[in-house]
């Protein structure tokens, strides 16, 4: 069993103590989000879960207790980008974010449309993610995800997605070049 810790909140932000003490008991209830009166405790010990993917745009919270999961495999699809405090204000600046899991097999991969404020129009805030990068004392490569063609020398690579979910492929192409990089 793979688990997604998880997508509608942010566990490892908000409730990472919450997280720990269920891997502690080795069980979570989950509720049917069809039956609410539905629940169900899901057996999530060492045994059964294959691998833990955590989703997060700060880690912080759980970076010091990491050896409570010392049993299980995990990683983290660690979200980054330059939404303005106002928008997100129980997130640590993005400086801050950045500096948590910078090494050589970092690579941030963005979207290139979205609002840079609340309510605002989409912008191409991936080149801005980018520039910001540049601009920074931080070598993290980036990886533009777009359904325009975009190519700029800045990006570690462009991936073009369209409506049939083809984008696959570019994406695979982009993160063997940061592979051969890092050799």
Not at 44 to 65: H, Y
């Amino acid at each position: 069993m793979i688990l997604s810790v998880s997508r509608r909140t942010d566990i490892p932000t908000f409730y990472s103590d919450w997280f720990f003490n269920r891997v502690k008991e080795k069980s979570v209830c989950v509720r049917n989000p069809m039956n609410r009166y539905q629940v169900s405790r899901i057996d999530i010990s060492p045994e059964v879960v294959d691998c833990i993917v955590f989703w997060t745009k700060d880690p912080k919270p759980m970076l010091g207790r990491l050896d409570e999961l010392k049993d299980y495999k995990y990683y983290f699809q660690y979200s980054v980008n330059g939404y303005e405090q106002a928008l997100e204000p129980h997130i640590s600046p993005l400086q801050e974010r950045i500096k948590i899991f910078q090494n050589p097999f970092d690579v941030i991969i963005t979207d290139m449309w979205y609002p840079k404020e609340a309510g605002g129009e989409e912008d191409r805030c991936g080149l801005l993610l980018l520039d910001e990068m540049k601009k920074s004392e931080y070598n993290i490569p980036v990886i533009i995800c777009s359904n325009q063609q975009y190519r700029t020398e800045d990006a570690l690579g462009e991936v073009l997605f369209k409506g049939n979910g083809d984008w696959d492929e570019e994406l695979l192409v982009s993160l063997v070049k940061r592979a051969k990089e890092v050799e």
